[in-house]
């Protein structure tokens, strides 16, 4: 009787692991992440039964069991903890964006209530385990492994999880092909695949099995063949990405039938046909990418009614014919983008008058014609606006001159004239290659985050105004083929010596003018500068450095002017390209 109460005692006092209490494993966990501070409230010192249910991130059962681990952007470093495959009634386990690493933690296989696993955005890396399929229960139903550096190839076993409904693998360095026993997961709601390193194949066809799908990502994924029709009978499809591969083949007709469909993303693929649009159902879509592919034929006027539609891109296409002027109607329109498109005709008149969202504006190199809309920016939110190499003409409209959100406005290679008064908060504007003429407005200094100012190739006139000088965020400055003086210009001669003070200056171009004076010693002290352009001018004088620490120079352009003396030693020597 002694023996057995001795014995008794010692099984007691050392309980075997898969008895031991759940703070105790919780302690654990944090003991094997080194402490972390956003896990401090995990302390022993509470000795209240069930106290580690109010832990943070932690959930339990009436029966005090954990059953919610949400550590997610908590910052918690290191590998996986063994002590978390003794939580055995686990539930979801979300660790997503943190610092984890090591390879597939199959020690999560022994928590066999284990439904949902996030170990997205960390830095696991190794082959996932031939067996994933057959560790886990069957009753998993959400597996998140993205944004890690998991190499090899999909394993084949994850086709027996036959509850999956969401399995998210993009963003890893997986290889091979996707397996078509994927196919075999008919519960699946989210496939995501996008973004690793497979082998060209194609999408395997047994996928017309997903008919439960919501949304499927298989973005570069090098997928070739034909546009996997068999999508147009997955009625649930919310979301559909297949931008990045070579698919090749037309549009189905059918795309656009889905009725729960928003977001379109097909983009960057080997596309050709026209968009065929007869029974349009599809009234939900927030976003259509069809970019950079070769679609031709005109764009569907219909795209004009979705009154969803947020993003609608369809640049670097074969297009023809004009922009439906439905376009300008959209109520929630945010991004437009049509460049390289080959369209022709004018820009819709109520562009911008009945999108307040509108932001995003991109029409350059078409064959577009007339003016600008003058309610581009009546929403006030527009922030880029792209319509260079084009043959609009007339002014640029003062309402889009004082858009106080335009942060980049690109007008170059266009027939425009006059430079209106502009009130803006660039970061870029170019205008290039136009008829503007008059003078460069001197309130252009005012533009204190403008970091790109490009008015080359125009006929503008009379003096650089020094109060450029005060846009000390510029990094590109290009004012080349005007017909400029310095007249005004002060300090040494006629070069615009103020450009000295814009620090942050990368490029300078102000070649084939007619500057005069001579080149500012303060220009070798710029920093930053990369490149300066100041050829054929009529500038005099010798190349003075006193003090030299435009280390970054790759090239110097000070030919076809009136210097004279010698090259400095430092512009000789230096990896530089010298003319």
Known sequence: MLVACVLHHC?????????????????????????PPVLAAWSASSSAAGAHCRWPYVRCDSAGRVTRLALDNTDVAGPIPN??????????LDLFNNSIVGAFPTVLY?????????????????????DIGHGFATNMSTLDLSGNY??????????????????????????????????????????WLAYNWFSPSE?????????NLVSLSVANCSLIGNFPSYVVKMPKLEGLDLSS???????????????????????????????????????????IDLSENNLNGTIPEVFGRLQKLEYLVLSSNNFSGEIPTSISQLPSLIGLSLEESRLTGTLPYELGNHSPALSLVGVGDNELTGRIPERLCAGGQLSWFNASNNRLNGSIPVSLASCASLQYLVLDNNQLSGLATLNLRNNKLSGSGNNLNGTIPASLSKLQNLQYLALDNNILTGTIPMELGEMTSLQKLSLWNNTFNADGCNLIGDFPSYVVRMSELVELGLSYNLLTGSIHPGVWGLKKL????????????????????????????????????????????WRTSLT
């Open 530 to 573: 990369q490149q300066l352009d100041v050829s054929r001018d009529n500038l005099t004088g010798g190349i003075v450095v006193c003090s030299f620490a435009a280390t970054s120079l790759t090239m110097v352009d000070v030919s076809y002017n009136h210097l004279t003396g010698v090259i400095p030693e430092v512009l000789g020597t």
């Open 110 to 130: 022994r928590c066999r209530s284990l439904r949902y696993l996030s170990l997205s955005e960390n830095y696991l890396g190794g082959e996932l385990p031939d």
């Open 245 to 287: 591969n070579s698919l090749t083949g037309s549009i189905p007709l059918g795309i656009w039938r889905l009725k729960k469909l928003q977001y379109l993303w097909v983009s960057d693929n080997k596309l050709t046909g026209k968009l065929v649009v007869d029974g349009f159902a599809a009234k939900r879509l927030t976003i």
């Open 150 to 191: 998991f190499n090899g190839s999909i394993p084949t076993s994850l086709s027996m999880l036959r509850n999956l409904r969401h399995l998210v693998l993009d963003n890893n360095r997986l290889i091979g092909t996707i397996p078509v026993e994927l196919s075999e997961l008919t519960s699946l709601q989210t496939l």
């Open 203 to 211: 999408l395997p066809a047994s996928f017309k099995n997903l008919n």
């Open 11 to 35: 099984a007691a006092a050392q309980p075997r692991p898969e008895a031991v209490g759940e703070a105790e494993l919780l302690l654990e966990i944090k003991r094997a992440w080194g402490d």
């Open 83 to 92: 002590a978390i495959g003794n939580l055995s009634g686990l539930v979801y």
